[in-house]
């Protein structure tokens, strides 16, 4: 086949009929999943914590400018390469630099976003599965009456036992297998119809108890209070770098359900619902999560151990602690799910058009890698921890590898790709913003103002500055 005629075959919308391989119903649909990628793990402890420590409102307000600058732009160009191809991230690169006259080393690029979510979603799980494992321990009673030795013994204690931590991440990954190999309506867009309304419901019931105790004011004040004073330039570079990585950006997830989203639908519109249910996640988790730490008197900026170790002492402190713990531990394993869910499509779409094999089929050769792989994370914390590699363990090596180098270029190199190759005819086209006005804006921003800042995230994250 001829350069032209994978052009001509594969431009725009009209590549590849929707039915071969699945679309979303609606916007809606797609709303949901891209949110429900977007919102993880990090959006219920980092998100809040960040904004606390570095200004409160005034954080907020410059993280939203790093979100424009950086996350929307994103997310809108690789949900329209997605689409432009009706294909998994490595042929939508390839047909794209095609249609662009550029060499096909570019579909290389596509094929790092696949590996870059399958990396990811073989640690992912693991750690996911570490909040449902605290479902049982919360709904049972556990916490009541733990102290900060006690709660740090029971993580340890989960951490030191590979058969736990292998059955809990396990069973997360078996349940996203089982939700993709479904199909995209039947699988995706029904589970996510069902999950994303229900980790809203239950963070809204979270927040709902929040307010009823009195230091709800205080955690209003810690998150929102505008205090320039504590705006420093590292506070800029940690609200570049959240605004990066909070909405599954360079992991293939966003490209490959844009090449399930109808045509007609405007990507530039739904990229900015996208970002700001994300933010508002992000915020509600901390009006949930702060009024019971600053009542136990607990450290707000504890990281992951804000999750596993504080909020234990706060829920087996608290009136119904059982209760709102159990639901929270619920709220935090659907929102991993809903994340595992879109790592793991990449590599499902790309295993079933580049090998023609069934969706089953892949689904299954899939999750025996990311079994076996996570292996290696599982036994990061036990059996294997004395192995390193450049001083890491294995899960601390995935967790550099993709975070620090895989991310930040795979989203540098999109962004050039997309402003430098592709062109503004193309890009404008699929974009879908409607003003003429506003798109030369956009573009100029997108062409010199997002790559450099897209750099700036790269180099900090080495920790180069």
């Known amino acids: 086949m001829t350069q032209e005629s994978l052009v001509s075959g594969h431009a725009g919308d009209a590549s590849r009929p929707a039915d071969a391989r699945g679309q979303w119903s609606s916007r809606w649909a797609f709303f949901l999943a891209a949110t429900g990628s977007a919102v993880g793990l990090g959006n219920i402890w980092k998100f809040p914590y960040i904004t606390g420590e570095n200004g409160g409102g005034a954080f907020v307000l410059v993280y939203l400018g790093c979100i424009l600058v950086i996350g929307i732009p994103l997310l809108m160009l690789e949900v329209m390469l997605g689409r432009r191809a009706r294909a998994n991230p490595e042929q939508a690169m390839n047909l794209a630099a095609l249609d662009a006259g550029a060499g096909r080393h570019w579909r290389r690029l596509g094929s790092m976003a696949v590996l870059t979510g399958f990396l990811i979603l073989s640690f992912y799980t693991l750690v996911a599965g570490w909040a449902v494992a605290y479902v049982p321990d919360a709904l049972a009673g556990r916490f009541a009456g733990i102290d900060g030795k006690a709660s740090e013994a029971l993580f340890n204690g989960l951490l030191a036992n590979p058969l736990k931590l292998l059955a809990y991440g396990s069973a997360v990954l078996l349940a996203t297998l089982l939700i993709v190999a479904l199909g995209v309506q039947k699988g995706l867009e029904r589970s996510l119809r069902f999950l994303m309304p229900g980790l809203f419901l239950l963070l809204l019931v979270l927040v709902g108890y929040a307010a009823t105790t009195e230091h709800f004011g205080t955690a209003v004040h810690f998150l929102f209070d505008f205090d320039f004073s504590k705006l420093t330039g590292q506070s800029v570079l940690i609200a570049l770098g959240h605004s990066f990585f909070t909405l599954s950006l360079a992991s293939g ?164 790709f997309c402003g430098w190759v592709l062109g503004r005819a193309k890009v404008e086209e699929g974009v879908g913003i409607a003003s003429p006005a506003l798109f030369r804006l956009w573009w100029q921003m997108l062409c010199y103002v997002t790559p450099l800042c897209i750099l700036v995230v790269f180099l900090h994250s080495l920790g180069l500055f």
């Open 253 to 416: 997830a966003m490209m490959v359900y844009g090449s399930y989203l109808p045509a007609g639908t405007s990507i530039a519109r739904t990229s900015i619902m996208v970002a700001i249910a994300d933010t508002s996640v992000a915020l509600l988790a901390g009006l949930a999560i702060f009024p019971l730490v600053f009542a136990n008197g607990l450290e707000p900026g504890s990281g992951p151990g804000l999750i596993f170790v504080t909020l234990p002492i706060a829920f087996g402190q608290m009136p119904l602690g059982s209760l709102v713990g159990g639901l929270f531990f619920v709220m935090l394993a659907i929102a991993a799910l809903t994340s595992a869910i879109s790592l793991s499509e990449p590599t499902i779409a790309w295993l079933t058009e580049r090998f023609g094999i069934g969706r089953v089929k892949a689904v299954l050769l899939s999750g025996l890698g990311l079994w076996v792989l996570g292996l290696g994370s599982v036994f990061s914390f036990n059996l294997g921890a004395e192995y390193t590699l450049f001083g890491k363990t294995f899960f601390d090596a995935l967790d550099y590898l993709t975070a620090n180098l895989l991310m930040p270029v795979g989203g540098l190199l999109t962004v050039l």
